[in-house]
């Protein structure tokens, strides 16, 4: 029986990072080992978690009692000020204290002026007669810490495989401010100063854009500068072509590399793919939100080419052959690897198998976008859609992380600069947008980059005078650029939309799933084994 | 597949919700538990005196719509007295003037702070309901100003930013011209401290 509990949970302890679901067995006892029963049920090693020890109940065995612990072992996000109890349950009443060692690890650090404190210091014991025992951590804020902090527990008891319970301590972070720092009237938007009236406590009297912009000027009633927030440096300080640049009014960005390491902010070279350059950035890390953004690429040309016969496949191409995050690429919706589930549309590649990974020297690409063969050596399914695309990133290692996501509404409404959205009379055709032109935009081609056209070029084969085939190629290129932006937020009540936000306008609204659109994406500083994607997975902790 | 800027404006601004009022029942029949959850009471501490603090954002929320009495037996909000509004400048006004239990020094919440309450997963009302009971599945008013419209007469009625609480969808607004819905306010405190 007690293998049997014990294959159980090896099968789990390994998904659990992945998962993170439901609760977890961990046995403990006293007296002897379990050894001598586990033979009873030494056949069944098919996982299956069903069945009930059939000893459970006997309360019979007096003496050498094996006790069984359940808990709810999926990773938690402490959010700083808060406390979290953990409670530990056994399945019978223990005739002695049963104990649990605790150890503990991450990044987060003890202390009352620290990160956390924990009440119930190793080990942690069921009384007898107790069934119940609980732990509690206290988490604090604290002004000089961004990132999150990473905690483990992990129970081990005399018997069984010790259980983890991971904990995530939420970092100093906040909600970006608007950048709106004029008034307005009702009719008119631009007045720099505070209005006396029934209108005076609007957007611009409050926020970061206040408290730590040295440009600005303080309403009578509001929020006040204030110099002690140093850890935001005031942005009006440097001016955007110096080094220590980092952004308009409350918004705070950092510039970071393909490898993952901050470089000063007039840094104008976007990144090559693959190519190791501390001149270039491929990310933009938000200081305020603790959130990294993957930057667009410059517009990458797909090229349909020329077919010798008419029955021959299509064959498309990216110009560049390494630039999979151009900026005019468009994805239908999808979901990645981590995180949301749900139904979704993707597009099939030239060359790529769906089930298979791609192979060097290949190409990767259809009307919309395109992936990279180089660096290519493993299985991954490539389409079109926002999720394989993610999943590309991830596999990449932008900026050197693998936990990028679609952002959610939310999430990229943070970067809006809502002084800087495109009037309604104004944007047809235009490539303004209301992000931070200095940080959000590929610099590599035209400023706006990020609000593209459509780029592609249609290639046949021509007979030239001396009767050799030549491929000639007509571009077929949009002038409608394309403002909208996917989100991971699909519409409840309806499967087929998701919501899109329209980086121009600043305006939230739902787009079918099948349509094509552009797509950002996102890392947070919460690890991978945090994210819990709705799984059906079946959890019998009794 | 795209074009669908003159569609986000007529979408947006006339898709008012038939919703009026959220259940009373507080068990979050409004959400999908398939659907990701943007936040959950977890991350919230409901100071049992009409507000609830985001430990998110530091921010402190009304936990009732302006209007709405504050029942402090049952740490619920009435569902009926929401305040409609027709006016920004009233509105804006309005919150600075709240107050509940003794606690004053409101205001309205920029576009940034009131989306942070929506919970995509939820709708009619889009928000969780156990933090926020008998929230109106109805738009609530921002502080952003929207920017923009100088130009033309077309668009120089656009005022300000909202949040339509039946769905999400967020727009500009003018003046409140559907009797389909109602123009209300949750006051918010406090953030970046």
């Known amino acids: ?50 069945a009930d020890d059939s000893d459970d109940s006997s309360g019979g065995d007096t003496g050498d009692s094996t006790y069984t612990a359940t808990g709810d072992f999926s990773p938690k996000i402490i959010q700083r000020g808060q406390a979290f109890t953990f409670t530990y349950t056994l399945d019978q009443v223990p005739d002695v204290a049963v104990d649990y060692t605790i150890t503990m690890s991450g990044t987060a650090v003890q202390g009352s002026s620290e990160d956390y404190t924990i009440n119930n210091a190793s080990p942690l014991t069921f009384p007898v007669g107790s069934t119940t025992t609980s732990l509690t951590i206290t988490t ?61 406590q609007q957007d611009a009297a409050y926020g970061l854009d206040i408290i730590i912009n040295s440009a600005a000027t303080e309403p009578d009633t509001g929020d006040s500068k204030d110099d002690s927030k140093q850890l935001y440096k005031n942005a ?35 990144d090559t793919p693959f190519v190791q350059d501390s001149n270039n950035y491929e990310c933009v890390r938000d200081e305020v939100t603790g959130l990294t953004w993957q930057v667009k690429g410059p517009r990458n040309i797909i090229i349909h080419e020329a077919k010798a016969a008419p029955s ?34 993707y ?52 900026c050197g992380k693998t936990n990028w996501v679609v952002p959610s509404v939310e999430q990229l409404r943070s970067i809006l600069d809502y002084n800087n959205v495109v009037d309604y009379s104004a944007v047809t055709g235009t490539r303004e947008h209301a992000l931070d032109n200095d940080f959000f935009d590929c610099k590599g081609s035209s400023k706006n980059c990020i609000v593209e056209n459509n780029y592609s070029m249609e290639c046949a084969f021509e007979t030239d005078n001396g009767g050799n085939e030549t491929s000639i190629c007509t571009s077929l290129n949009t002038t409608d650029p394309d403002p909208v932006y996917w989100t991971s937020n699909q519409v409840k009540g309806s499967e087929q939309l998701a919501w899109c936000v329209n980086l121009q306008t600043g305006n939230v609204n739902t787009c079918h799933k099948r349509e094509y659109h552009r797509v950002l994406v996102v890392s947070s500083n919460v690890p991978i084994e945090f994210f819990t994607p709705v799984t059906t997975s079946d959890d019998s902790a009794e | 597949m795209k074009n669908s800027k003159s569609l986000f404006i007529s979408s947006t601004l006339f898709a008012a919700s038939t919703f009026t009022f959220a259940a009373s029942d507080p068990v979050n029949l409004n959400c999908d538990a398939l659907l990701d959850q943007e936040y959950s009471t977890f991350e919230f501490i409901d100071n049992h005196n009409g507000t609830v603090t985001d430990l998110r954002t ?82 609530y008013y921002s502080s952003t ?49």
């Open chain 1, 236 to 270: 009006f300080d440097v001016n955007e072509n110096d080094s220590e640049y980092k952004g308009k009014a409350g918004f705070r960005f950092v510039k970071i590399a393909n490898n993952g390491i901050p470089v000063v902010a007039d840094t104008t070279n976007y």
């Open chain 1, 140 to 200: 604090y804020q604290k002004n000089d810490v961004y990132d999150a902090r990473t905690l483990s527990l992990t129970f081990t008891g005399n018997t069984g495989e010790p259980a983890t319970l991971n904990l995530l301590i939420s970092g100093n972070v906040y909600l970006n401010d608007t950048g709106i720092t004029n008034y307005s009237d009702g009719s008119s938007f631009d007045i720099p100063n505070q209005v006396n009236d029934k209108y005076k």
């Open chain 2, 58 to 139: 530091s921010l402190i929320w009304a936990k009732c719509t302006l209007g709405q009495t504050y029942v402090s037996g049952t740490n619920s909000c009435s569902s009926s007295g929401a305040e409609n509004y027709i006016d920004w400048g009233d509105a804006l006004s309005a919150a600075a003037a709240y107050e509940v239990n003794n606690i004053s020094g409101w205001r309205l919440p920029n576009i940034k702070e009131l989306g942070s309450l929506v919970d995509r997963s939820c709708s009619a009302p889009t928000i969780n309901l156990t933090l926020f009971p008998n929230t109106l599945s109805s738009i």
């Open chain 2, 145 to 193: 100003p929207f920017k923009g419209s100088s130009i033309d007469a077309n668009y120089d009625h656009l005022v300000l930013r909202v949040i339509d609480f039946s769905d999400g969808t967020e727009m500009p607004l003018t003046t409140p011209e559907s009797s389909n819905t109602s123009y209300v306010i949750r006051a918010v405190k406090g953030g970046y401290n």
């Open chain 1, 1 to 50: 029986m007690h293998l049997k509990k014990l294959s159980f949970l090896a099968v789990f302890l390994l998904s659990l990072g992945l998962t993170g679901c439901g609760s977890d067995n961990l046995d403990a006892s006293n007296g002897k080992n379990s050894s001598d029963s586990t033979g009873d049920d030494s056949g069944d090693s098919s996982g299956s978690d069903t």
């Open chain 1, 347 to 398: 597009s099939s590649l030239n060359d790529a198998t769906l089930d298979e990974g791609a192979e060097p020297g290949k190409h990767y690409a259809n009307q919309a976008c395109g992936y990279p063969s180089e660096g290519r050596n493993e299985g991954l399914p490539l389409y079109c859609s926002t999720g394989s695309y993610t999943d590309e990133v991830n596999r990449l290692g932008a």
């Open chain 1, 312 to 345: 021959d496949p299509d064959v498309y191409r990216m110009g560049d052959e390494k630039n999979y995050k151009a900026s005019n690429f468009q994805y239908p919706w999808q979901p990645s690897a981590l995180g949301t589930t749900g139904p979704g549309w």
